[in-house]
């Protein structure tokens, strides 16, 4: 009769260890789904970061050729000055000669 109440409490121990078994069990279950999600969470991002990082190299390359693209227009600013230059040294030229043949022929 004396092993009967020490079984019985054995039962409540074993039972509480259960209980406290499966708490843990679902804890670490939880857990496993929240680090899956994170996982997959740090796996966009990751993808993330490497489409803006080719995006940044496009756009570097957008920079320079746009940089090219200005430097040529400069030099061809330049050039038409140059050229609005002479055509009005032309032009100069073409106004003192007809004055100085509208002179000789006086």
Same mark, same amino acid.
């Given at each position: ?17 259960? %209980?406290?078994? @499966? %708490?843990?069990?679902?804890? #670490? ?20 970061? $490497?489409?803006?990082?080719? !995006? $940044?190299? @496009? ?7 746009? +940089? @090219? ?13 140059? =050229? ?5 040294? !032309?032009? %100069? @030229?073409?106004? #003192? =000669?007809?004055?100085? +043949?509208?002179?000789?022929? #006086?």
């Amino acid at each position: 009769t004396k092993l009967l109440p020490q079984l019985q409490e054995q039962v409540l121990t074993l039972k509480a260890q259960l %209980e406290a078994a @499966e %708490e843990r069990a679902l804890d #670490a279950a939880r857990l496993s789904g929240i680090l899956q999600a994170k996982e997959q969470q740090f796996n966009r991002l990751v993808h993330v970061e $490497e489409e803006l990082y080719n !995006k $940044e190299l @496009e756009l570097a390359k957008v920079n320079q050729k746009s +940089t @090219e693209q200005m430097v040529k227009v400069e030099r061809l600013h330049g050039q038409i000055s140059a =050229l609005q230059q002479n055509d009005r040294k !032309k032009a %100069e @030229e073409i106004q #003192a =000669l007809t004055s100085q +043949t509208a002179r000789l022929q #006086a």
